[in-house]
């Protein structure tokens, strides 16, 4: 394979180097580090069915060939490293197999073994990083003057196609509207916005998908078994998941573990080399944020800041221990690319978080990402990101109180279920005002787990025990909460708690204070509930504020 382009290593004006190893550029370097091949290299696919996760292009591409409706030119795109050389040097042989065109070339004719080993003489390979010029395309155009020098097609892969100058476009534009016959071109980049949309109308164009976690992760697996090293799941799956879907890097990571941790690739030496956090470390911290148990998160992200991981690193493993617990709420099977262990680990937060609260709080978390992105102190934008998503179990109070304490919609009917609703197994965490009501405490714990809305709603009354009958007493500003309570629907549930909290009592009355009916003076008294209600306090200190106004709710 000619490889067009300039040699890092010579600093002469040479813009034509030949290579036997179809190294990458970008690989040279590394490569001269380690005396074994680099993975991304010695399991790169030779045949269309060991390409991993393109199997829509692989299709496309093979139904082409076996109608033998070809196109004269195509471009690539998708991330870097998900196979798009790859594709264009299996096309390459496709075209050119002695079988060929075929669908699946065969892998040992002279042909395919050149395209292989990088030595076909009809094979252009120009990465367009280092060969923006227009000149290079001239270079090129009289090269395709000429038939192939054996095979049936000059195939001519342009790399990183949206580097080339406007000039160079242009002239390529012609070479594109009226190739040879025996021209077949190949464009790959990761920006396909850039490319103008000149050449992207005359090119047939494939999109390469970033490949899933688990796909990465089963790979990986497949290569130590084969090259027997161990590796162990943890790790895969952390490779897996710090490889952001391209293959490519997900081999260079493991390249380097197998440098670090000769023959045995642990979840340690992941965290070693990556500087990632171990998943013991993230998933613990999400369970004290989860839980608003700030110290300690806060302690937690001081010591890993302090043993060198990178703050953008953390949120990021925050960020995605979110996400795995809220597919772990929503459908294990999102989540293929945890372990066993780790999907234990993690089971019983997501059931008890539940998808609505973890979908608020992922996106909570993510709300915080420019900030993280922009600041030069980014440690700094950590801890807020951190104290702010702790401070979840207290907005997610004053949601439950809101969703009791607001007037019920026109029609009588509940809110929306699981809207607001917080699926914790026991009451949230009380702000301190309302501590003191004990006894309503104990009722509404009671309701809490099935009951969110009627345990809110019950929380802001006084509560009475006179023999068998229970008094609720609730502040007019509470109206709403108090008509919620005394609805039909809210009656069961109501009286089996007091049955159980109070052992035995089974008349539930409700009552709303009168005190301040006389609407003359009802603003004032409002006022007043207002500023001594735990709710109202609780907003106030958490996403801080000053109340406004007051009004009487109609109909109380
Ligand atoms: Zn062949």
Redesign the pocket.
């Known amino acids: 394979m000619i490889r067009v382009g300039v040699d890092p290593r010579s600093y002469g004006k040479q813009s034509i180097w030949f290579t036997g190893s179809g190294v990458r550029s970008t690989e040279i370097g590394y490569h001269a580090l380690v005396s074994y091949q680099v993975l991304a290299r010695s399991w790169r696919p030779q045949r269309f069915a060991d390409l991993l996760g393109q199997e829509a292009v692989v299709q496309t591409l093979q139904n082409a060939l076996t109608a033998g409706a070809l196109g004269h030119a195509y471009l690539f795109s998708g991330l870097r490293g998900v196979g798009k050389t790859t594709a264009a040097r299996l096309l390459a ?1 496709a075209v050119n ?4 065109p075929t669908a699946e ?5 002279v ?2 073994r050149e395209i292989t080993d990088g030595a076909s003489i009809d094979v252009v390979e120009i990465d367009a990083a280092t060969h923006t010029g227009v000149d290079q395309v001239r270079e090129l155009q009289e090269l395709l003057r000429f038939r192939p020098t054996r095979d049936r097609y000059r195939v001519v892969v342009v790399d990183e196609v949206h580097m080339l100058s406007k000039s160079a476009f242009n002239a390529l534009l012609k070479s594109i509207e009226e190739p040879p016959p025996y021209v077949l071109w190949v464009f790959a980049t990761t920006e396909r916005h850039k490319v103008p949309a000149t050449i992207l109308s005359r090119c047939q164009q494939l999109e390469f998908r970033p490949l899933g976690n688990d796909t990465i992760r089963t790979h990986l697996e497949t290569i130590a078994a084969r090259e027997g090293f161990e590796l162990s799941p943890g790790a895969a799956a952390t490779i897996a998941g710090a490889a952001q879907g391209s293959v490519r890097d997900a081999l260079s990571l493991l390249d380097q573990l197998r440098a670090f941790a000769a023959g045995s690739i642990d979840d340690e030496a992941v965290t070693a080399v990556l500087g990632v956090p171990s998943f013991e470390v993230t998933s613990g911290l999400v369970d004290a944020l989860a839980d608003g148990r700030v110290a300690e998160a806060l302690s937690t992200l001081r010591s890993e800041l302090a043993a060198g991981h990178d703050a953008a690193i953390l949120y990021q493993e925050i960020g995605r221990t979110l996400r795995s617990l809220l597919h772990l709420a929503v459908a294990p099977d999102l989540e293929p690319a945890l372990t066993e262990d780790q999907r234990q680990r993690l089971q019983p937060a997501a059931a008890g978080l539940g998808p609505d609260a973890l979908t608020r709080m992922l996106g909570l978390w993510l709300e915080q990402e420019p900030m993280l992105r922009d600041t030069v102190n980014r440690e700094l934008a950590l801890e807020v990101a951190a104290l702010r998503l702790a401070r979840w179990p207290a907005v997610q109070r004053i949601e439950a109180w809101l969703a009791g304490g607001t007037a019920a919609p026109a029609d009588g009917a509940p809110p929306v279920p699981g809207s607001a609703e917080p699926r914790h197994d026991g009451p949230p965490p009380r702000g301190a005002a309302a501590a003191d009501a004990a006894v309503p405490s104990d009722l509404a714990a009671a309701l809490w787990s099935d009951h969110p809305r009627l345990a809110a709603a019950v929380d802001a009354a006084q509560v009475a025990v006179d023999g068998p009958v229970v008094t609720l007493r609730f502040p007019t500003a509470a109206a709403a909460s108090a008509r919620y309570a005394a609805s039909d629907e809210a009656r069961g549930p109501l009286e089996g708690a007091c049955r159980r909290v109070f052992q035995g009592a089974i008349e539930v009355r409700v009552d709303v204070e009168t005190a301040a009916a006389d609407l003359g003076c009802a603003v004032e008294a409002l006022l007043a509930e207002a500023r001594r209600d735990p709710g109202i306090e609780l907003a106030r200190t958490v996403i801080g504020g000053e109340i406004v106004s007051v009004r009487p709710d109609e109909g109380a």
Do not use: L
């Not at 070339?105 to 004719?109: F, K, M, Q, R």
């Open positions: 042989k197999c002695v079988d060929g070339p065969c892998g040992e004719c042909s395919c």
